[in-house]
Every structure is written in structure tokens, then in C-alpha cells.
Antibody, heavy 119, light 111 residues
Framework: QVQLAQSGADVKRPGASVTVSCKAS????????IHWIRQAPGRGLEWMGW????????TYAERFQGRVTVRTDTSTNTAYLDLSSVTSDDTAVYYC????????????WGQGTRVTVSS | QSALTQPASVSGSPGQSITISCTGT?????????VSWYQQHPGKAPKLLIY???KRPSGVSARFSASKYGNTASLTISGLQAEDEADYHC???????????FGGGTKLTVL
């Protein structure tokens, strides 16, 4: 069965960078997009970006442009989210999600990674 | 402020039906038949309930149905059960620049 296993919780100081990993198993990693979505405490879901593991192509939400990088390591079937210059507004649970072949909906989700930004 | 508008909360008694609305614009919900709905229990990851406006993945109960009219999508849960108590999120494709836009989520309380 499809599994997306994310890295553990992390605490960062303002201005630091954070990396969240997402190791996929149970399907052909390069055949499906990986999206990253976050959820701030008590808030709704917010789309951050996607990567096509086959081509390496990416698209990011405008509000994160310049601060976010999504990458993959196809040798380990792992996707990564890098977010730089974090502030308290970046405190959230970060999810990776596998989509349908065209990237239109998320049919499997990771368990989430809590990132706390605090001085 | 979320791109799609959902009611903050809805409630219903066991056995009843409820509907959650999700209002967007002609640039997202109104332009694409790519609305999806997700159920999220406290402390858990979202789970896909509906995709392509009306389709249910295998394993999702037929008590969950959905539709779209104009810029508004709707999720209906019939025969409410205690385990339906959760947050529900709508999502629409918003074009190649915005890709996915989400609603703010609706908390369903089963009385």
C-alpha cells in the first residue's frame, strides 16, 4: 500500500531554514506528482508547491516564491521541502501528498511534520 | 483569508443529512471540474473523500456525495454518524499559477 513517511517535528529560530522529508513507498515514485501543503494552528490548508519526480519540474505558490524549494532523490524515493528565512508565521504542520497522474487531487497524504518557529 | 469560502461550522443529529458549501470564483471552482473534498479528524492527516467534483475513491462511503453549480461546490453527508465528526476542506484547481486553492475548512459537529 502507498505510504508517505515524513520526518519528525522540528523547532527553528526565526531566520533559519528548515527541511522536511517525505519518503514514499508502495508505488512507482516517478509516476505521480508530490505536493506540499501546510496547516497553521487552527487554520485551513494552504498549498505550497509541487514537484514532478520524473522531470524534476516544480511549481510554487506565489507567496512562497524565493523562499521555498521542493526537490526529490529518486534513488531513495524521497521528496524534500526546504523553507528559508522562517518566521513565527511559518509555524505549522507540513504535509506531503501524492496525487493522481495529472496532479489534480491528493489521494494519499503523509502523516504531517510539525514545525515550530520560536525564539 | 482562504481563497474558497466555507462555513466555519455545521452541525446535525445522527441520521440527518447536512450540506457544506464551498464558494469560489470563475477563476477556480467555476472554471474547472477539479474540485476535491477532504475529511480531517483531529490530529490526523486529511483523507480524500471526493475528486473531480462528484467522484468517490474506492472505500469511501456512498453517504458522501458532492456537486457543483456555478462558482459553488457542495458536499452532502447523509445518514450522519458519530464518526463523521471532523473538519472538511474543499479544494479547487485554480489554474497554472495558483494550482490548488483551499477553503478555510468546516467543522462538523454530530449532536
Amino acid at each position: 500500500q502507498v505510504q508517505l513517511a515524513q520526518s519528525g517535528a522540528d523547532v527553528k529560530r526565526p531566520g533559519a531554514s528548515v527541511t522536511v522529508s517525505c519518503k514514499a513507498s508502495g508505488y512507482k515514485f516517478t509516476a505521480y506528482y508530490i505536493h506540499w501543503i501546510r496547516q497553521a494552528p487552527g487554520r485551513g490548508l494552504e498549498w505550497m508547491g509541487w514537484i514532478n519526480p520524473n522531470s524534476g519540474g516544480t511549481t510554487y505558490a506565489e507567496r512562497f516564491q524565493g523562499r521555498v524549494t521542493v526537490r526529490t532523490d529518486t534513488s531513495t524515493n524521497t521528496a524534500y521541502l526546504d523553507l528559508s528565512s522562517v518566521t513565527s508565521d511559518d509555524t505549522a504542520v507540513y504535509y506531503c501528498a501524492k496525487t493522481d497522474p495529472l496532479g489534480s487531487w491528493a489521494d494519499d497524504w503523509g502523516q504531517g511534520t510539525r514545525v515550530t518557529v520560536s525564539s | 483569508q482562504s481563497a474558497l469560502t466555507q462555513p466555519a461550522s455545521v452541525s446535525g443529529s445522527p441520521g440527518q443529512s447536512i450540506t457544506i458549501s464551498c464558494t469560489g470564483t470563475s477563476s477556480d471552482v467555476g472554471s474547472f471540474n477539479l474540485v476535491s473534498w477532504y475529511q480531517q479528524h483531529p490530529g490526523k492527516a486529511p483523507k480524500l473523500l471526493i475528486y473531480e467534483v462528484t467522484k468517490r475513491p474506492s472505500g469511501v462511503s456512498a453517504r458522501f456525495s458532492a456537486s457543483k453549480y456555478g462558482n459553488t461546490a457542495s458536499l452532502t453527508i447523509s445518514g450522519l454518524q458519530a464518526e463523521d465528526e471532523a473538519d472538511y476542506h474543499c479544494c479547487s484547481y485554480g489554474g497554472s499559477r495558483r494550482w490548488w486553492v483551499f477553503g478555510g475548512g468546516t467543522k462538523l459537529t454530530v449532536l
